[in-house]
T-cell receptor, first 110, second 112 residues
Framework: DAKTTQPPSMDCAEGRAANLPCNHS???????VYWYRQIHSQGPQYIIH???NNETNEMASLIITEDRKSSTLILPHATLRDTAVYYC???????????FGAGTTVTVRA | KAGVTQTPRYLIKTRGQQVTLSCSPI?????VSWYQQTPGQGLQFLFE???????NKGNFPGRFSGRQFSNSRSEMNVSTLELGDSALYLC???????????FGPGTRLLVL
């Protein structure tokens, strides 16, 4: 069973912030939250990751709740090129694998 | 720095044949992981290698195997191909002490 749950799809207006939610209520202490995106069946592209604290980089911000059971990826100013499938995944540092859910198909509209 | 490269990019095989896919990690990366992506099952973990040792294997039949060489390059092999093996096979690499996996473009395998 998938360890993460995401809405199957969402639309976003170009130039606006996109907030992508993810539920991972069974996350364990040694699991990191990772976000990837995939465009047109290319290889997934790394976006951001975190363990407990909120994180920000040039692409996005990651907000993790205090109990770590959910997180939100924020794309601050969505562009048409951000249209992709976004995966919220968990990385277990004990078994070295990413566990992917079904992802959210994000469509950015002009 | 060059990214993860995978060869070939596309492949067509028939049932019963075997196939070998290759992955070259990012320079300096020593961990290589393989994933299978299908429309029905999504992205599923196949196996992970570090320093030529398999550290973990996903829930796939023994027809799926892999190996890693001393230069960190990796290959995966699928024997006795079945129609259901048609998929995008993705390779990812990471630094020795890093968790972040960087994916290659994938090899799209079609089994007829």
């Amino acid at each position: 069973d998938a360890k993460t749950t995401q809405p199957p799809s969402m639309d976003c207006a170009e130039g606006r912030a996109a907030n992508l939610p993810c539920n991972h209520s069974t996350i364990s202490g040694n699991e990191y939250v990772y976000w990837y995106r995939q465009i047109h069946s290319q290889g997934p592209q790394y976006i951001i990751h975190g363990l407990k604290n909120n994180e920000t980089n040039e692409m996005a911000s990651l907000i993790i709740t205090e109990d770590r059971k959910s997180s939100t990826l924020i794309l601050p100013h969505a562009t048409l090129r951000d249209t992709a499938v976004y995966y919220c995944t968990l990385y277990n540092s004990n078994d070295y694998k990413l566990s992917f859910g079904a992802g959210t198909t994000v469509t950015v509209r002009a | 720095k060059a990214g993860v490269t995978q060869t070939p990019r596309y492949l067509i095989k028939t049932r019963g044949q075997q196939v070998t896919l290759s992955c070259s990690p990012i320079s300096g990366h020593r961990s290589v992981s393989w994933y299978q992506q299908t429309p029905g099952q999504g992205l599923q973990f196949l196996f992970e290698y570090f320093s030529e040792t398999q550290r973990n294997k996903g829930n796939f039949p023994g027809r799926f195997s892999g190996r890693q060489f001393s230069n960190s390059r990796s290959e995966m092999n699928v024997s006795t191909l079945e129609l259901g093996d048609s998929a995008l096979y993705l390779c990812a690499s990471s630094l020795p002490q890093g968790e972040t996996q960087y994916f290659g473009p994938g090899t799209r395998l079609l089994v007829l």
